[in-house]
């Protein structure tokens, strides 16, 4: 999701208003007093009697009305005004001045914010753009205590403040809720106590592995009276590999990870060893210094390690395309703007992309630097295209340790047969029998290449027509000679086409080429072609009809046309002159195609009336074998030894190279003696190719040894380049070291360097945000100008250094977010509580909200029993409604059909369901997944009814409540335990006696239905692939089942609590 | 959020608070006949849980709905709506530089020695009191040339078709952005309660061979709340996924089901508080009475043979463009707000004779048949009907050229679309090419300004209808100055 303008042509840019600039300071200067006292009424954050905080109350109003065009962008800006940088807004030109801090009279902002004139207002009508009452008041106070700037907030260093003083501790249960406190005070508020252990556990468990407790678990919680009851939960599911699966799909949302390549054929792409990398280095604890350093430039890194190489498939894991016509040096711009942008935001909130065609409009962002930025990932050793292959290089191969044990295995047994076939060959002993012109005999005869039998080795391929190739006798159809013929009936073009005959008709001056057909008078086709096959199929004869038959260029040697059809009813020899189909001499005939356009023909005896000795000395004479090379143009073999035939050399080493070549591969005498060896060297590459496709693979980042080189593109246009940049950062930035080369490691480095203001900020606010729903900066993307004001501003601070400070420790800083009392709040809502705080962006109570996607799936299998919690690999298809891929995909695309997998696959955790970008599963985005085109660093979190149909009837989730049922009918004989047990499960809490009451109503109402229609039971009960219990009674089990269902569908149970 | 949006959902949060909320969670512990009141409430919330914004439309509406049928691959419009008889004299002649004026191609031609003039094969007739000028391939469209606006002007920049049609259809050639039926859906809302807003239908084709892809995105919400993405309505399977309840689940027991869920929900929201419980008690009740609206939608049994006939043979064989094409009618007097029909396979860069008609042969009676019955019901007026696709083809051919077969590659520089309905001025043609119906010579129209002219017919000032995304108010029709194309409109 961004706003890039890539090649986005035609006119300029629309400016939001046409004022003329200079002009604007000539116009009559005038006050609207009457205005003014109106305003004072209107206050917004600052309240009455606190200052102005220029970023917290200005900024973000001049932000958002002024800085388009009185801001930094260069080209746009309007009478060469800036409004963000201070010594111009308060300077004097031509008598004129914005700003006059403590004057109002003298400011002309003040004038042309409150002017009755419509062509004077400011923000100008045309924009859209109107500043509310409370906003001019706040402007108003601001020039009148002096109008101070600050640099925006985020851009600063942060500061360590000191705990806010509060005065009731006992809330507290560490530094985080001071700052949490202190504004609840402030706002007259007060938190709410802790949940209640079971909703805690439930919340805890959520939000660190992705999956609810076990009951065993909730009694062992419940049990554990001690103080630290709670730490050592939450230290237990730190250490649980479920962790780094929970924790990975955030980042997986953010460096927009997909299974296919995105963009038009968007064929599947392999990229799971990059996830795999993440739920480990996640699991593992990674520094998060580190986790960005491998991930941004862990192939540069000094002798990187396979690892450090997988991590760098970060930079691999935007949309790709191979779409035919498309234009290389459009999509390498397209790949590194990506790769910039979503850095920008993954990392440090900015939203460079909105400098690809111009200055950023809110942000010191200039085009140059974000080319300078774009610079840095420019340089990928890539194509263009991705080719529609799962490993586009540059990729990496994974062999596991056996694997790569085998391959070696392979290589040495490979080199040893190699060896032993060069001391064959050094042992024999070859003379060329010496040149040899084709030999002739004194008449022309008739050789025969297809009569009765398919020709010797050859392959018998239909192209077109009705039926498979279909031979006759004179019992079935018309023979000419033999046994059989040929007989083909078509509506279009159809073709039976022999082809690689291991006995080819080698053919000379003079010579003519012959086959036989009967036309079924009561079906003739419109037009009849011979075809020939030597190296290539250029070779065609056809009468009839010029059109019908499309192949060959018309009036050409490719398309002879031989005249009229011949006459039908009865057998007719075709003939064709082999010079006039322009076949050299020693031309060797390897294929036959007989073609018709529709009509009924039986085929038969085709040959060649030819004076050739049919003879192939090839494998004799290494003079024959060159000379018929060089006639056909030597198809099939390596490109070096085609080289050393056409070179035709005398250099010594050519020569011996060639005859090399010759005496291993074609020479009978060195045949006789090297088959067996070349049958053992056969086998052994097989096996190693067959190793070799099981080894899976991934992309990674490579730097291309030159760089591509990055420039300004105008409007940013792939080929409207302007100045040449080079790479480097924003200046608003600290600087990269000077001593180091700009690359992706120096700038990898520099994002994690402790002087950078963002990126601490940034990743802090991700986690506050993955633990509370929303971040302590609301606009998670963007802490530029336009982002919001944080909740907490001194809290975030607070925790982006002591982030910093820990080491980017993650796991400790996570687990300090869910040991706060605030993370631990009841999260009841009182309406008064809600009317003041909605969001609960004050964190007045504990954080509440619907679970995500994969957690609702993984829920569902979890509670049902079937989630199989196996570990990373190749990404799996689970359930998936027919149709959904098939509906959008390129017919030719190998995600085009979905093939569902089966037994264990379909059970897996939501992390592993192969996501397809341009079709992601449905159950998943309905649930508000995003495509993974984009970086996602916020989640949407809506509630639609399509939800509701997903969670009650996708087979997963009917599948899922079967096996719930199953459980509670298991657990026990006694009803109401039955259904205690199933609520546990769905929601960590036995249910109150209502509660119980009303899951019992349904239940009976359930069996009552299923007792009166069993079918209906057992169809109930047959939903998914694994078996239902033979054990239970279905009709009790679909009564289950429903009410499983219900438990699944319960409000409490869709929400973390 | 927008802050319309977020002062809006503030009051319909606290509205639902005090109006529903905790009163029906007092009737409920008092024992009351609770799943009706619960169906009561919550279908009031739900009716007004997807209102328009305030302030929409800008201005009184001419259309409030839009049917786009969507040619996905880009049809020729010289061999459709673009008559060039002069082109005739012409064939395998060289397109002069002049006209082609080194502009950018795709690599599939780029690299041809020749770029030859294919003359259209197909007789073009007048049609009408306007005698807007119709290929034989499109006989039974033209019949109602005098409902249509035909622009021969509309030009984009894109070239190849994946950023083709991401950029038509939601203003950027990248993905990432909200679908022009999101945008209507989060302007306008919607109409019906049973039913999404926008809804989407992928019918099959005729010229069974390989078709360029579509994409979720096209009718996907981007940076929009995932709520006002387009729904398929589809042909295999649940018409609209996971409608149809389980095997062996039927709507009593459904009922049953989402009565206990109710109850239990209210139970939690009495103990919580959250506003949000409610909102998922509504969502169930909306489910449900989907569940019984799509069958209802679906089933034409009681469509009047006259009807079905204007939509030509097909229309009763689910899948096809015709039965879409009456799906849509169905959907528009349902309310939906926003109807979109992907007809892919118009993408003719070799033996266009051979697949062109067939591909025309599937829409062309079809849109005949919709407009016709729109006429026929009195929607028409209020109904916007878009018809075109991605980019337009080139004059020269691509690949073998014979007087009788060509093909033909990809054109950014104009092409052609209809238009119909509410808010249109019928029986016109707008726009000129040149002779090779290669250069745009008079009115040229953007595709943001084809976007611009459909908000406008729905009451929509495409410069007002924005979303604050990454600090920027970002809207369908881009950061350019686009106009409303006003000679077109009625």
Not at chain 1, 591 to 607: L, M, P, R
Request: hydrophobic content about 35%; aromatic content about 8%.
């Amino acid at each position: 999701m961004s706003n890039t303008e890539i090649a986005i042509r035609g006119r300029g840019v629309a400016c939001a208003h046409a004022l003329s600039g200079v002009m604007l300071f000539h116009l009559r200067r005038f006050i609207c007093c009457a205005l003014f006292g109106l305003l004072v009424v209107a206050a917004a954050h600052a309240g009455e009697n606190a200052v102005v905080d220029f970023n917290r109350d200005i900024r973000p109003i001049l932000s958002e009305n002024c800085f388009s065009c009185h801001g930094p962008d260069e080209k746009k800006r309007k009478a060469k005004l800036r409004l963000d940088v201070r010594d111009i807004a308060v300077s004097v030109r031509e008598s004129v001045q914005a700003v006059k801090p403590k004057d109002l009279d003298g400011s002309e902002l003040w004038r042309r914010i409150t002017t009755k004139d419509e062509d004077d207002l400011m923000p100008p009508s045309d924009s859209n753009k109107k500043l509310t009452a409370p906003q001019i008041a706040m402007l108003r106070r601001w020039i009148l205590e002096g109008a101070e700037y600050k640099g925006h907030w985020s851009f600063e260093p942060p500061i360590k403040s000191g705990l806010p003083k509060i005065s009731d501790k006992r809330w507290v249960k560490n530094d985080i809720d001071y700052f949490i406190a202190a504004k609840l005070a402030d706002k007259k508020m007060k938190p709410e106590p802790e949940a209640a252990k079971e909703t805690l556990i439930r919340r805890v468990t959520f939000d660190l592995t992705g999956l609810p407790p076990t009951p065993e678990e909730v009694d062992a919680f419940l049990a554990d009276k001690k103080s630290d009851a709670y730490e050592k939960l939450v230290d237990r599911l730190l250490q649980s590999p479920r962790y780094g699966e929970q924790q990975a799909r955030y980042w997986l949302d953010a460096v927009r990870y997909g299974d296919t390549h995105g963009l038009h054929l968007d064929n599947e792409r392999s990229m799971w060893p990059y996830r795999d990398w993440v739920v480990n280095a996640l699991n593992e604890n990674m520094p998060f210094d580190q986790f960005t350093v491998w991930q941004i430039a862990g192939d540069l890194l000094p002798d990187a390690t396979r690892e450090q190489k997988v991590a760098s498939g970060y930079n691999r894991c935007n949309i790709t395309t191979s779409e035919g016509g498309a234009i290389d040096d459009e999509f390498y711009v397209r790949y590194a703007i990506d790769r910039t942008e979503t850095t920008a935001i993954n990392w440090m909130g900015l939203t460079a992309g909105c400098a690809v065609c111009h200055d950023h409009k809110f942000d010191p962002i200039s085009q140059k630097e974000f080319y300078s930025l774009y610079s840095i990932f420019n340089n990928n050793n890539e194509k263009a295209m991705d080719g529609g292959i799962a490993l586009t290089p540059p990729m990496l191969k994974l062999p596991s340790a056996e694997q790569e044990k085998q391959l070696a295995e392979f290589d040495q047994q490979i080199a040893g047969v190699k060896k032993e076939m060069d001391a064959a060959v050094a042992n024999l002993d070859y003379k060329d029998p010496g040149p040899h012109e084709l030999e002739k005999v004194t008449e022309p005869r008739e050789i025969i290449f297809f009569e009765d039998e398919i020709p010797v080795g050859a392959k018998a391929v239909k192209i077109g027509g009705t039926s498979e190739l279909e031979l006759v006798t004179t019992n079935t159809g018309k023979v000419f000679s033999g046994a059989k013929a040929i007989k083909r009936s078509a509506t279009g073009v159809a073709q039976d086409v022999f082809e690689n005959s291991m006995q080819p008709l080698i053919v000379g001056n003079g010579d003519k080429l012959f086959a036989h057909i009967f036309i079924d008078p009561a079906n003739p086709p419109k037009a009849i072609m011979l075809q020939f096959k030597t190296t290539d199929w250029n070779y065609r004869a056809n009468w009839g009809d010029e059109e019908a038959i499309p192949y060959g260029e018309k009036g050409s040697e490719k398309k002879l046309m031989m005249g009229p059809l011949p006459k039908a009813g009865e057998w007719v020899r075709l003939e064709v002159e082999t010079d006039k189909l322009a076949m050299k001499d020693g031309l060797r005939i390897n294929g036959v195609a007989f073609t018709q356009h529709g009509g009924t023909i039986f085929w038969d005896k085709a040959g060649a009336m030819t004076q050739l000795v049919q003879k192939d000395r090839s494998a004799e004479s290494q003079w024959a074998w060159e000379a018929h090379q060089r006639a056909e143009g030597a198809g099939g073999l390596p490109t070096e030894i085609t080289t050393l035939i056409k070179k035709n050399s005398t250099n010594d080493v050519d020569e011996k190279a060639l005859k090399n070549y010759y005496i291993k591969n074609v020479f009978s005498g060195g045949r006789i003696v090297l088959e067996p060896l070349n049958a053992k060297l056969k086998t052994l590459q097989d096996k190693r190719n067959e190793l070799e496709k099981q080894i899976p693979g991934t992309l990674v980042s490579q730097e291309m040894e030159k760089p591509r080189g990055a420039y300004i593109l105008r409007r940013g246009e792939y080929d409207q380049r302007g100045e040449e940049v080079q790479p480097g950062v924003p200046k608003f930035l600290p600087p990269l070291p000077a001593d180091e080369k700009t690359n992706r490691l120096s700038f990898a480095k520099w994002l994690v360097a402790p002087n950078h203001p963002l990126t601490s900020r940034v990743i802090v606010n991700r986690y506050w945000q993955q633990f509370f729903g929303t971040g302590l900066v609301k606009s998670a993307e963007d802490f530029g100008s336009q982002g919001e004001w944080p909740s907490h501003p001194e809290l975030l601070d607070w925790l982006a250094i002591h982030f910093m400070e820990s080491g980017w420790n993650v796991k400790a800083f996570q687990k300090l977010l869910v040991s706060s009392a605030a993370y631990r709040q009841d999260s009841r809502v009182t309406e008064k509580k809600y009317e003041i705080d909605p969001e609960n962006r004050l964190v007045s109570r504990g954080p509440r909200f619907r679970l995500d996607a994969e957690q609702i799936r993984d829920n569902a299998l979890f509670v049902g029993g079937i989630l199989e919690e196996k570990m990373g690999g190749r990404p799996v298809r689970p359930y998936q409604p027919e149709g959904i891929w098939e509906a959008v995909a390129y017919t030719k695309s190998d995600t085009a059909n979905y093939k569902q997998d089966h037994g264990d696959a379909l059970y897996r955790r939501s992390l592993y369901t192969l996501w397809k970008r341009t079709a992601a599963p449905a159950s998943m985005t309905t649930f508000d997944a995003p495509s993974r085109e984009k970086y996602c660093v916020r989640r949407e979190r809506t509630d639609t009814p399509l939800q509701a149909l997903v969670t009650m009837n996708d087979i997963q989730f009917v599948e899922a409540a079967r096996h719930l049922g199953e459980r509670m009918i298991q657990q026990s004989q006694n009803l109401d335990q039955r259904l205690e047990f199933g609520f546990r499960l769905v929601t960590a809490r036995r249910p109150s006696t209502s509660e119980k009451s009303i899951l019992k109503q349904a239940l009976q109402k359930h069996l009552t239905k299923y007792e009166s229609d069993p079918d209906s039971a057992g169809k109930l009960i047959a939903v998914g692939e694994s078996p239902a219990n033979k054990n239970l009674k279905s009709s009790e089990l679909a009564a289950y089942t429903m009410v499983a269902s219900l438990l699944l569908n319960l409000d409490e149970t869709l929400n973390k609590n | 959020m927008n802050p319309f949006q977020e002062h809006l959902h503030l009051l319909s949060r606290r509205h639902f608070f005090k109006s529903t909320g905790l009163a029906v969670g007092r009737i409920a512990l008092a024992g009351l006949m609770l799943p009706e009141v619960v169906r009561a409430s919550s279908s009031k919330i739900a009716a007004q849980a997807h209102p328009s914004l305030p302030g929409l439309p800008h201005f009184a509406p001419k259309a409030k709905r839009l049917i786009y049928l969507f040619m996905n691959g880009g049809p020729s419009q010289m061999d459709l709506l673009d008559y060039k008889p002069g082109m005739r004299k012409s064939f395998d002649a060289d397109l002069p530089e002049s006209i082609r004026m080194g502009q950018r191609l795709t690599t599939m031609t780029s690299g041809q020695s020749r770029f030859p003039i294919a003359p259209s094969k197909y007789e073009f007739k007048q049609y009408g009191k306007s005698g807007t000028w119709f290929s034989e391939l499109l006989k039974n469209t033209a019949q109602v040339a005098d409902e249509m606006a035909v622009i021969k002007s509309v030009h984009t920049e894109a070239i190849n078709h994946d950023p083709a049609v991401t950029y038509i259809q939601t203003g950027r050639q990248i993905p990432g952005n909200a679908s022009l039926g999101s945008w209507l859906s989060y302007g306008l809302g919607s109409e019906c309660d049973n039913l999404p807003a926008f809804v989407v239908m992928t019918p099959s084709w005729s010229a069974k061979r390989d078709a360029q892809a579509l994409y979720q995105r096209l009718w996907g919400s981007g940076f929009l709340p995932t709520k006002h993405a387009g729904v398929s309505l589809r042909a295999k399977g649940d018409p609209v996924l996971f409608i149809k309840d389980p095997p062996g689940v039927d709507s009593r027991t459904r009922r049953d089901m989402l009565d206990a869920l109710a109850q239990l929900n209210l139970l939690e929201h009495k103990k919580i508080g959250d506003p949000e419980i409610n909102t998922r008690i509504s969502q169930y009740e909306m489910a449900f009475r989907m569940q019984s609206s799509v069958p209802d939608l679906t089933d034409i049994s009681k469509e009047s043979k006259a009807t079905l006939e204007l939509y030509g043979p097909e229309a009763t064989t689910p899948g096809t463009f015709s039965h879409s094409a009456l799906m849509a009618r169905r959907l528009a007097e349902r309310g939906v707000r926003c109807i979109e029909i992907f007809h892919r396979e118009w993408d003719h860069h070799t033996d266009l004779p051979r697949d062109l008609p067939l591909q025309c042969r599937d829409v062309d009676r079809a849109s005949y048949g919709l407009i016709t019955d729109l006429k026929n019901r009195g929607m028409l007026d209020e109904t916007l009907v878009v018809w075109g696709g991605e980019f337009g083809r080139t004059v020269y051919c691509q690949g073998k050229l014979t007087k009788e077969d060509y093909g033909r590659d990809h054109h950014p520089r104009c092409f052609s679309m209809w238009m119909a309905g509410g808010g249109i001025k019928g029986g016109m043609t707008y726009g000129e090419t040149d002779d090779f119906s290669y250069n745009v010579v008079k009115d040229p129209v953007h595709i943001s300004e084809i976007n611009a002219t459909i908000l406008h017919c729905l009451g929509i000032d495409h410069r007002k209808l924005t979303f604050k995304f990454q600090g920027l108010d970002q809207r369908l029709t881009g950061v350019e100055e686009r106009d409303v194309v006003k000679g077109i409109l009625s």
